[in-house]
């Protein structure tokens, strides 16, 4: 089903077959220089606007929907992060907002799969003694890390992604445990360790990974009160949100050795990241690459395309978030 008479905002340039399915259906309006859009670049652009197809780099806020114009009735988030939309002002303005909750598994699952490996065996300090040419050689007591076999992975938020990070774990012969607010049901858990308290399932980790999304509940869930929780030299996997992480607090833990080692994909305030993480040894720091393979961005796009595809045909939003 096309929708040619419908115009589609199209906010960043998307991989070339998700760009060609939405001009192939809409009347698409594209951002081929991939633009960052201001809030009044985004308003000057969604004034022509049916639809709009965003990213978790365009920011939603209250503000931004109470001046959608009145023929804008969709969004849909190529992301299955839905933090920076504010939903109580697209419910209030009756605006319908879309995701994309399947595309972004396996590859940010690998993503934390690659960065506790990273941390474990010190993959960055290799390659800086590499890079700064100050390696000396080999030596039976040089660069030790630790096995993954036998340690406990403690997932909090035990979703699609904590799972399929889980099956990646239990290929290393870790131990999974986990908290969610509901405890899942057991063909879900999998073997892996319910914890009914965030305390419990920090105490329980060496290898603590956050995987919730960003929420009030959730904001700054590791600081200096929570990882006093932690075992001693514990590492610390961020791939969910940064928002979750109370930077300085981390840093001094990283500091001082009660954190032993933190990879992370994510960052508050993301592109500017805290600067006292950089030149710190013992990190292993990304630009938020988790969802960054084609086959996930493809499957992201097309999945909200499908949201708003469904809306215009008349049916439910298969992804719909409000
Ligand atoms: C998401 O989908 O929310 C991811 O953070 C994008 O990489």
Not at 26 to 39: F, H
Not at 107 to 113: D, N, V
Not at 164 to 193: C, K, S, T, W
Request: with cysteine; glycine share 8%.
């Amino acid at each position: 089903m096309t929708f040619k008479n419908k115009k589609l905002l199209v906010t960043r340039r998307l991989p070339a077959a998700v760009l060609a399915r939405a001009a192939r259906d809409y009347d698409a309006m594209l951002n081929a220089d991939d633009t960052l859009y201001s809030a009044e670049m985004l308003l000057t652009k969604a004034q022509d606007a049916d639809a709009a197809l965003i990213c978790l780099s365009e920011k939603f806020t209250g503000e931004v929907i109470a001046a959608l114009p009145e023929r804008l009735r969709i969004v849909s988030t190529v992301s299955v992060g839905t933090d920076h939309i504010d939903l109580d002002a697209a419910r209030r303005r009756g605006v319908r907002v879309g995701n994309a909750p399947h595309g972004v598994t396996i590859a940010t699952a690998e993503i934390a799969m690659l960065l506790i490996l990273a941390c474990a065996r010190r993959a960055p300090e290799g390659q800086q003694l590499i890079v700064q040419h100050q390696w000396e050689g080999w030596s039976p007591t040089f660069m030790l890390g630790q096995r993954l076999d036998g340690k406990a992975l403690g997932i909090l938020g035990l979703g699609k992604i904590g799972q399929a990070l889980a099956r990646r774990a239990r290929a290393f012969d870790m131990e999974i445990h986990y908290h969610n607010r509901q405890r899942l049901p057991e063909a879900e858990e999998a073997g892996a360790v319910y914890h009914a308290s965030t305390e419990s399932l920090f105490r329980a980790a060496d290898i603590l990974s956050l995987n919730a999304p960003a929420t009030p509940a959730t904001k700054y869930i590791l600081r200096a009160e929570t990882i006093a929780w932690l075992k001693p030299g514990a590492i610390v996997i961020n791939t969910a949100r940064g928002d979750l992480v109370q930077d300085a607090d981390l840093i001094a833990a990283l500091k001082t050795g009660r954190a032993g080692y933190a990879g992370l994909d994510v960052f508050e305030g993301e592109p500017n990241i805290h600067k006292d993480y950089i030149g710190l040894p013992n990190v292993m720091l990304l630009p938020h690459m988790g969802s960054a393979t084609i086959e996930a961005r493809n499957q992201m796009g097309f999945e909200a395309l499908d949201n708003i595809d469904a809306f215009f045909a008349g049916r439910a939003l298969p992804f719909a978030v409000v």
